[in-house]
């Protein structure tokens, strides 16, 4: 990192700090190699000059100081991050010993990777708020709720997700390819789209394929209401895979 000094007034010799001097009102212009990148750079050259403080003491010690400095002004102005995560309605607990089954497979549209909460823009465009987080990894919170509000819907408490316990042993399989599962703020509405298939363990019959697709009402837009939102149309979906199942 490099400093340069500002042409001193009427051609006088720059201060120079001398042991027991107090703090220069005199602060060298850093001309930034590296700063001029830092985020707030500029208003925390402005803090020091504000301050009084100076540039020409211990050069190591100031270019640490300052690079601190512009951090901490950023922290300040920066948004925290919040995560969310999907929770189950479940009010009573599954009991009947029913035909054992187990959601194996599980996709999830593309824009969930980044495990940001997304939306789509008036252009039909993804957007994506950095600040909002969905639980790391969304897909596993998302299996698991599934498997608990199939399980609530059924009454069957013989309901897994892969990978298995080594004592499970499912008679029916199910494998969900979740194409949307988003919400559209221009069109106040939230849309979800899957399609699955249903089979028998062992069993060399081709799968059974079911669809479902539902725009839901969206009234709100803030990060808490497009949560819930989501929640719903899981909660949706997984009325919609307990029908297709057997008893």
Not at 12 to 39: N, T
Not at 93 to 115: K, V
Not at 204 to 214: F, G, K, L, R, V
Not at 216 to 241: E, F, G, N, R, W
Request: with cysteine.
């Amino acid at each position: 990192l490099q400093f340069e000094k500002s042409p001193s007034p009427a051609g006088r010799s720059p201060q120079r700090g001398r042991v027991g001097e107090g703090v220069s009102d005199i602060i060298d212009e850093p001309k930034f190699h590296f700063f001029h990148r830092l985020p707030h750079a500029h208003q925390a050259l402005n803090l020091w000059k504000k301050l009084g403080m100076s540039t020409k003491k211990n050069r190591a010690a100031t270019k640490i100081t300052f690079a601190l400095t512009a951090s901490l002004l950023g922290a300040c102005g920066s948004v925290p991050d919040t995560y969310h995560s999907l929770r189950p309605e479940i009010s009573i607990t599954p009991t009947r010993q029913g035909t054992p089954t187990a959601l194996r497979y599980t996709e999830l549209p593309p824009y969930y990777d980044s495990e940001y909460l997304v939306w789509y823009d008036e252009h039909g465009r993804i957007t994506r708020d950095k600040s909002q987080h969905w639980t790391y990894p969304f897909s596993d919170n998302l299996r698991d709720v599934l498997r608990q509000a199939i399980a609530a819907e059924t009454g069957n408490s013989r309901l897994y997700t892969y990978p298995l316990a080594e004592n499970n042993r499912p008679e029916e399989l199910i494998d969900l390819q979740i194409r949307e599962l988003i919400a559209d703020p221009p069109h106040q509405r939230f849309l979800i789209s899957a399609q699955w298939q249903t089979s028998k363990a062992g069993s060399d019959a081709a799968p059974t394929n079911h669809e479902y697709q539902q725009q839901l009402p969206l009234a709100k837009t803030d990060p808490d209401s497009l949560v819930a939102a989501t929640a719903q149309a899981v909660k949706q979906l997984a009325s919609a895979i307990a029908r297709s199942l057997s008893r």
